[in-house]
């Protein structure tokens, strides 16, 4: 037990002093290995130029790594003022090391991931900035961090708010965006799975299956399956929902021009006139 404690410790250590050329390797890794693999065994045929698709979804993700960087700093100080001040969940149950992890990770993709998600989906006017990412017509690993420079502010308010509620170390914190990364990558990309498979895995993890459902383009699938880690968040609250996976359909109805919403410059300016045609 004690060794297992300790590689736990040392695991945190290695996201703590993680630099942040390995935190973009980890984002490449992820695309890359998908990217590839959805080559062999994809969810879905889809009829398009995949690099010509991937270019608004990368630069978006530009913007995101941006934001996140700009903002980094605020990371840092949160983490350590809760741990400096014995405040936050994990300071009160005060567990070992794969306890805290565990416990961390879970709050995290909570208030993160999951409400700044379903908040969105249910406040209109983020839900104009949100929609930058349901636009999408071909989902694949790319549309995972299509979000727009707001969204990216948005998630970081609640990850920051995330940080104070669990107390979570840097280091755990850092371990945090680096799975979520990588489960967003997995859980949009157009892979095939068994059904049974997908199954079992989305009693624990957001599976590709379950997630493709939150991309049908239509009402009420479009406000479910809200989850980006763990899927219990949407079987707790009541936000689960199954379709067939032949009947779904990539995009939002409301925003159906497939041309529009694969230009950046479009992209960029949809929340602003969403909340023009809103106001007047």
């Keep these: 037990m004690a060794q ?50 991937s270019i608004p ?30 405040f936050g969940i994990l300071q009160i149950v005060n567990s070992t090391t794969l306890v805290s992890i565990i416990l961390g990770l879970l709050v995290l993709d909570l208030i993160g991931a999951y409400l700044p998600h379903l908040v969105q989906h249910k ?13 999408d017509h071909k989902v694949d690993t790319t549309t995972a961090n299509r979000h727009h420079p707001f969204e990216s502010v948005v998630r970081f308010i609640f990850t920051f708010i995330g940080i104070f509620i669990s107390g979570a170390p840097i280091g755990l914190v850092l371990m945090y965006q680096s799975l979520s990364v990588i489960a967003s990558q997995f859980n949009h990309a157009n892979i095939q799975i068994s059904d049974k498979v997908d199954k079992i895995l989305s009693y624990l993890i957001v599976s590709p299956n379950m997630h493709k459902v939150h991309h049908h383009f239509e009402l009420p699938y479009t406000d479910s399956n809200y989850g980006n880690i763990f899927s219990i968040w949407d079987r707790l609250f009541g936000t689960y929902m199954e379709l067939n996976k032949e009947e779904i359909i ?24 969403k909340w023009f045609n809103h106001f007047n």
């Design 4 to 53: 297992k404690i300790i590689s736990m410790e040392n695991l945190l250590l290695i996201f703590e002093n993680i630099s942040s050329l390995n935190r973009a390797l980890i984002l490449i890794s992820g695309i890359t290995i998908f990217w590839v693999i959805e080559g062999i065994v994809p969810f879905k045929f889809l009829n398009y130029k995949k690099w010509r698709h």
């Design 57 to 86: 979804n990368f630069l978006l993700t530009l913007t995101t790594i941006i934001v996140n960087f700009f903002f980094a700093f605020l990371l840092v100080f949160a983490a350590d003022w809760t741990n400096e001040n014995n």
């Design 123 to 135: 406040v209109k006017l983020l839900w104009y900035i949100h929609i930058v990412h349901h636009t």
């Design 250 to 273: 990539y995009g939002v109805d409301t925003d159906l021009d497939e041309v529009q919403n694969s230009k950046f410059a479009s992209l960029i300016e949809r929340p602003f006139k």
